[in-house]
């Protein structure tokens, strides 16, 4: 009896192939969802939905049909899809079906453009009978986004609690494989190498490493505090102009070798280079008079980039966040980089390095509050910041293909407040 007790509760409801795909990351039949997961299900209000999207535009028109199939072979991968929350738990849904989650909408000409829609789809919650997710196939899309195409868009939503947004992309890359049978290479999570350097290191310099990691630890757990203390008493948000309904906005692409190369001439990464381009176009607005408070995810997450991708992945949200001022007082763009830079070193090899972590245990303690004192300092902290900045992984190669090609992709996440904006650097 006991191993059966133990079978029934590691067994997964999914073959490991079916429809010729490989389920990558398998779940139990029941399964208590995770505090930190639920803290997104807690948090949401009609007001504040709690999903991440993307929005795809195709080369040529898309039919339904053959979608649906490609959606079905989908949640074979992802057996998450087709579940759904019942109390604090995911359990299969019984009347689960890709209608419940497929809708289709025509652009007419002079009408609605894509990222209407778009903004439109983010700005409503999931129906939370059935599981998490929905895909809308937009048809007469043009190049452009506009109605009276011949092009065909796909709208994805996924909320929060079942991926965060690395996974989330990770997710709808895979989808992107299904529709065109290939596969771009991705940087993809698993759970770390078996040898590692650590393995290596004398017992000695472990004990004082391990020391030195829990007072790091302990540090950054009053600095969460601190910082959470600031954020409140200070004016990180934006004007409350600034505020209204959900509006879902993206740019072409710029060339990723650029913003590289700028990096590296002056002594700075990527995302360094990306946040104070965001500053700087926040300093435009009344609200850029000062400095805005922006959330910033932190993966947590090992990321593997010379294997395939593994066979099991944990589902749900391995990421963390914290708080940093972006300079949009700084006039001089270089010393605006500078300083965007200084302070996140800081985050990741300075004083605030553990930071992320302790973040992480604060995110759990939360979650144990009352729902509504959960939900009053929720929105009481995202009214105090101003944005979200995340930048997610994608394919290295064009996720192009000779029967449905995929011209454009972009990413969205929530919001974290009223007077706030959220930006994905994809």
């Given at each position: ?424 650097f994809f």
């Open positions: 009896p006991s191993s059966q007790e133990e079978h029934s509760v590691c067994c997964v409801h999914q073959p490991a192939m079916a429809g010729g795909v490989e389920v990558i990351a398998p779940v139990p039949e029941h399964e208590e969802i995770p505090v930190v997961d639920f803290l997104f299900i807690r948090g949401e209000t009609p007001e504040q939905p709690m999903h991440t999207g993307a929005a795809w535009t195709f080369g040529n028109a898309f039919p339904a049909t053959q979608l649906r199939m490609i959606l079905e072979l989908w949640v074979v991968q992802w057996p998450r899809l087709r579940q759904r929350l019942v109390g604090t738990a995911w359990e299969d849904d019984p009347e689960f079906s890709i209608g419940h989650h497929l809708c289709e909408e025509d652009l007419e000409p002079g009408g609605m453009t894509l990222q209407q829609v778009a903004s439109r789809l983010m700005a409503c919650q999931l129906n939370r009978d059935h599981p998490l997710w929905s895909a809308t196939l937009v048809h007469n899309v043009t190049q452009a986004g506009y109605g009276g195409g011949t092009r065909s868009a796909l709208v994805i939503r996924l909320h929060h609690a079942i991926a965060d947004g690395a996974l989330a992309v990770m997710m709808e890359i895979e989808l992107g494989r299904l529709v065109n049978s290939q596969s771009p290479e991705l940087d993809a999570p698993h759970d770390g190498d078996s040898d590692t350097p650590e393995r290596h290191i004398a017992p000695l310099a472990r004990v004082f490493g391990w020391l030195q990691d829990a007072l790091l630890f302990v540090w950054s757990f009053i600095l969460c505090f601190f910082d959470a203390l600031v954020v409140s008493l200070g004016r990180g948000c934006l004007d409350k102009h600034c505020g209204g309904p959900t509006c879902i906005r993206w740019i072409r692409p710029i060339p990723l070798d650029d913003v590289r190369q700028t990096g590296r001439h002056l002594d700075a990464s990527i995302n360094d280079v990306l946040l104070a381009c965001l500053a700087g176009a926040i300093r435009r607005f009344p609200s850029g008079r000062r400095d805005v408070v922006a959330f910033i995810p932190f993966n947590m997450r090992v990321w593997k980039t010379t294997a395939p991708t593994p066979p099991r992945i944990r589902m749900g949200n391995d990421s963390s966040m914290v708080w940093v001022w972006l300079p949009c007082t700084v006039r001089d763009p270089i010393e605006r980089l500078q300083e965007v830079k200084r302070r996140m070193d800081a985050l990741k090899k300075g004083y605030r390095s553990g930071q992320p972590i302790a973040q992480l245990w604060v995110f759990r303690l939360l979650s144990l509050l009352p729902t509504g004192i959960l939900v009053r300092f929720l929105r009481y902290m995202g009214a105090c910041t101003g944005a979200l900045v995340t930048n997610v992984p994608g394919p290295r190669d064009p996720m192009g293909g000779s029967v449905h090609p995929i011209e454009s992709i972009a990413a969205f996440a929530p919001s974290p407040g009223p007077n706030s904006i959220a930006t994905v």
